[in-house]
Nanobody, 114 residues
Framework: VQVVESGGGLVQAGGSLRLTCVAS????????MAWYRQAPGEQRQWVAG???????KYADSVQGRFSISRARAQNTVYLQMNNLKPEDTAVYSC?????????WGQGTQVTVSP
């Protein structure tokens, strides 16, 4: 099983990015998928999560700016990030819960310039 993120990059404050996370190598769809981020010198922080029935939750710091969604295939999730701020700069990682096991991706860098 492999989880791969993509879509990171450099953007100016106020801009947008869309991250993609794909879980492959499994015939069982993840029961939950979530995005986390880790800025230099800081602990990893939960950002947003989604479960199969479509219920989503967000950290207070991104509520109203970020949106997590899931493709019909259920093994792909997106994180639409709008109105980005310099404090959103971090490595964003995706986690898929498959058969009660957490599977992490390598992460994708998001850098927001002032």
């Amino acid at each position: 099983v492999q989880v791969v993120e993509s879509g990171g990059g450099l953007v100016q404050a106020g801009g947008s990015l869309r991250l993609t996370c794909v879980a492959s190598g499994t015939i069982v769809s993840p029961t939950a998928m979530a995005w986390y981020r880790q800025a230099p010198g800081e602990q990893r922080q939960w950002v947003a999560g989604i479960i199969p029935n479509g219920i989503t939750k967000y950290a207070d710091s991104v509520q109203g700016r970020f949106s997590i969604s899931r493709a019909r295939a259920q093994n792909t999730v997106y994180l639409q990030m709008n109105n980005l701020k310099p404090e959103d700069t971090a490595v964003y990682s995706c986690k898929a819960v498959i058969r009660a096991v957490d599977v992490w991706g390598q992460g994708t860098q998001v850098t927001v310039s002032p």
